[in-house]
T-cell receptor
Framework: DGGITQSPKYLFRKEGQNVTLSCEQNLNHDAMYWYRQDPGQGLRLIYYSQIVNDFQKGDIAEGYSVSREKKESFPLTVTSAQKNPTAFYLCASSSRTGEAYGYTFGSGTRLTVV | AQSVAQPEDQVNVAEGNPLTVKCTYS??????LFWYVQYPNRGLQFLLK??????LVKGSYGFEAEFNKSQTSFHLKKPSALVSDSALYFCAVRGPGSGSARQLTFGSGTQLTVLP
């Protein structure tokens, strides 16, 4: 079955460490997105990519980095510069053509600073 | 710029009663509207969408939504609520065009609680 896989489901980070969250899709979607969700809050866009080897900053990109070397993969690195990284991170993808398509979401990664 | 407003952070309804979760939008041109549901510690799941045609859209789990162009609204409804409908609901809009306008813009979410 096609879908988006995020791993790990839970991740613990020590102060000053970089960590990388994985997002892989087999939907042949061109566009991929990373969102941050804090408790009881909505979604805030971190980065998005509409095509391989290209990505743009979203609303809260500071302290995060991404790469898009393959169509299927869009990993997110939470760097030590992100001062409050504890949150739920969601990856999504969509077809680049056709406004009729919404997003398909992964099941999320919960990151906790210890 | 496109935007979505969900005016209620929390909606409580008794099981068996009808429920409505409100959504209004702002976009240039014809809107493409979506509803998603999120259960605790899970990703968002697609419920339904309006692209064109009939203003009443039927979706998963007995949910439906009514598109009202004059009021720029897309309220989510269900005739009889279940306790299992308790979740966080997001409305989203996408406008026509290219570039950033092709992204979905999400509302802030409405927590629905169905009381037994």
């Amino acid at each position: 079955d096609g879908g988006i896989t995020q791993s790990p489901k839970y991740l613990f980070r020590k102060e000053g460490q970089n960590v990388t969250l994985s997002c892989e899709q087999n939907l042949n979607h061109d566009a991929m997105y990373w969102y941050r969700q804090d408790p009881g809050q909505g979604l805030r866009l971190i980065y998005y990519s509409q095509i391989v080897n290209d990505f743009q900053k979203g609303d809260i990109a500071e302290g995060y980095s991404v790469s898009r070397e393959k169509k299927e993969s869009f990993p997110l690195t939470v760097t030590s510069a992100q001062k409050n990284p504890t949150a739920f991170y969601l990856c999504a993808s969509s077809s680049r053509t056709g406004e009729a398509y919404g997003y398909t979401f992964g099941s999320g990664t919960r990151l906790t600073v210890v | 710029a496109q935007s979505v407003a969900q005016p209620e952070d929390q909606v409580n309804v008794a099981e068996g009663n009808p429920l409505t979760v409100k959504c209004t939008y702002s976009v240039s041109g014809n809107p493409y509207l979506f509803w998603y549901v999120q259960y605790p510690n899970r990703g968002l799941q697609f419920l339904l969408k309006y692209i064109t045609g009939d203003n009443l859209v039927k979706g998963s789990y007995g949910f439906e939504a009514e598109f009202n162009k004059s009021q720029t609204s897309f309220h989510l409804k269900k005739p009889s609520a279940l306790v299992s409908d308790s979740a966080l609901y997001f409305c989203a809009v996408r406008g026509p065009g290219s570039g950033s306008a092709r992204q979905l813009t999400f509302g802030s979410g409405t927590q629905l609680t169905v009381l037994p």
